[in-house]
C-alpha cells in the first residue's frame, strides 16, 4: 500500500484553499533544497520528487511552495499505519507512506486479496480523507510495481499465473533498484524492457553486472524472496544536510559530524533504543552517492564515540577533502532495545569535568 503524492495530499487536505494549483513541498528553492513531493498538478509539468528545488520552480512557477511538516505527516502516517494493522498484523512500514502487508491469513477470513485491499483503501479514505494505491500480488517486489501501475487511487492486482504478462513489456527501471545509471548500461546493450532480461539470459547476465545480474534476472523472472517483517518502528535513525555549497574542508565535514552524531545518538536513546551500525552517506558535486558503514564490536556509549568512527570513516573510507562534497549524512542502525545493564565507567570519564 502506497499513499499518492502523500506530503503534498496532507498539504492539500489540510489547506482546501491551495486546491487546483500545482503543490510544490519541499526545501528552499532559493537555495539548494529538493522537491520531497509534488502534487499531481505539479507533475504535469515535468516536476517529480528529488528534483533540485530552484529547477522545479523554473519548470512551474506558478506553483506554491511549501515546507513540509514533518511532524503532521508523522502523526497522519500513524492513523494509516493503524488501519493497516487492523487488517492483518503482518504489516512491513518501509517510510512513512509506504507498507507491505501480508494478509495470507486475513483476519477475517476473505480470501479475495482484491477485496482486502479495496476494503483497507476505503477504511483510508475514510479515516483521513486521502486516497492510497495497492498492490496485489505474489510476493513483495511485484506488489510494489504493481502498486504504481495505476497511480492515484489505484488497485493493480497480478494473479500467480498472469506474472510474465504483467512484467513483460515493462521497461526494466520498474524494478526498484534499477536506477538511471544501470538502465542507461542496460540500454546501450539493447536491453529495455523486462523480457528483455530474460533473453539475454542469467549467464550472460552474470557476466556482466556481476551480483546486480543475478538479481536482475531473478526479477525479471517474477521472483522475489523476501517475507513481510512486521517492524514497528525505523530501523535506523539519520540525519543528513545538503550544504548551500560544495565542500571540501575536511574539518568544516568532521563538525558537521560530531553535531550529527550528537542528535543521532539522542533520538536513538529518547526512544530506548541503541545500535552499533553506523552509517556515513556521502553525495559528491557531481550526484555520485556512496554509502560507508562499520559494525561496532560493542554498542558505542557516548555521541563522541559515535562521532570518532563516523569522522575516521569520512578520512579513509571517502574523497572529502579531495573532491567537493554536496551532502552528508550519518546513521545509525542494527538497533536493540536500550541496554539496561548498568554502564561502566571508565576510570577518568567519570570526573572529566574536574
Ligand atoms: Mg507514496
Redesign the pocket.
Known sequence: M???A?FAAVELRDHPEWRGQPLIVGGDPSGRGVVSTCSYEARKFGVHSAMPAAQAVKLCPQALFVRPRMARYAEISEQVMAIFRRHTPRVEQVSL??AYLDVTAYRFGTQDPAMIASLIKQNVQAVTHLSASAGVAPNMFLAKVASDMQKPDGLTVVRPDKVDEFLRDLPIRKIPGVGPVTEARLARMGLLKIDDLLQAGELFLHERFGKLGIFLFHRALGQDDRQVEPVSEARQVSTEETFERDVLDVRFLSGKLQAYAAEVFEVLHERGREGRTLVLKVKYFDFEQITRSQTLERFPVSAEEVAAVAIELLKRKTKAGKKPIRLIGLGISGLRPLSTEPVVWQQGELFAGN
Open positions: 502506497d499513499m499518492d502523500f507512506d509506504e
